[in-house]
């Protein structure tokens, strides 16, 4: 069984799909980090360095099962065919984590698409020329902004994933915060792309958020300040980060992120 964080009614299920280095050295992808900041970060997630120095990231995504039904964040690298091929470790293994969950794709209802990059995005869509939905009883959903700007966040994405999600009428578009039919709360957190979202989830005075790449490193965890060299806009990412993280003070926040070491992470 994956590992999994049970929240009021809700089982968080950690879903992996792969492992392997980001494609640049990690001081380019943070250039305003510091030498004590990135010693702190390694203290607190020392496995997301590999023994040759690179920056070593999992790749995740998140089932929400409930009474309600499954909710699916995100779908990961993909099958090896798929659109991350060019640089993620494919083929992913999101097929069999769901399987060791005891979640086949026809019983997810619900796949929230944090945002269209190909890490995010694999499983979506599979079968190449005749593509189809992998999960064929979902509603798909993304934000109205990110389908906007996809010829400039990821153009490949239209005819391998939204367009063939709008045949079969299964993609939603959302604008802005909304609520999911499960319970849980699908969260605009833009500035990584001009769309990205996240997703809540609350009981009492805990509550989930699946971060997507709201955050892609703990150094953005000790430091949400810290620009990422892939934010298309690094201060209105900023301001989404901040939001998640200090907003919730009141209470215990999880965060559940695809690329840190650790699936759940408690502030």
Known sequence: MPPSLQVGPYTVIALADGAGPFFSPRAEAFPGATTEQWSAADRFDPGALDVEGRWWLQFRAFAIRSDRGVTLVDAGIGPAEGPAASWAPVPGALPASLASAG??????????LTHLHT?????????GEQARPFFPNAEYL???????????????????????????????LLDGDTPLR???????????????QSV????????VAVTGDL?????????????????????????????????????????????LTEPFLTR
């Open 142 to 172: 993304l934000q109205q902004a990110e389908f906007e700007a996809i010829e400039d966040v990821n153009p490949q994405l239209r005819s391998t994933v939204t367009d063939p999600l709008r045949k079969t009428d299964q993609l939603r």
């Open 119 to 127: 890490d995010h995005v694999g499983w979506a869509v599979v079968g």
């Open 200 to 207: 809540l989830i609350a009981s009492g005075r805990e509550q």
């Open 103 to 112: 979640i086949e794709p026809s019983d997810v209802d619900t796949v929230v």
């Open 215 to 259: 955050l892609v490193h703990a150094i953005q965890l000790l430091h949400p300040e810290l620009a990422y060299a892939h934010e298309m806009d690094p201060e209105q990412a900023r301001a989404s980060r901040e939001r998640v993280l200090h907003d919730w003070a009141a209470g215990t926040l999880h965060l559940a992120t695809p690329h």
């Open 182 to 196: 499960g319970g849980e709360r699908v969260l605009a957190t833009p500035g990584h792309t001009p769309g990205h």
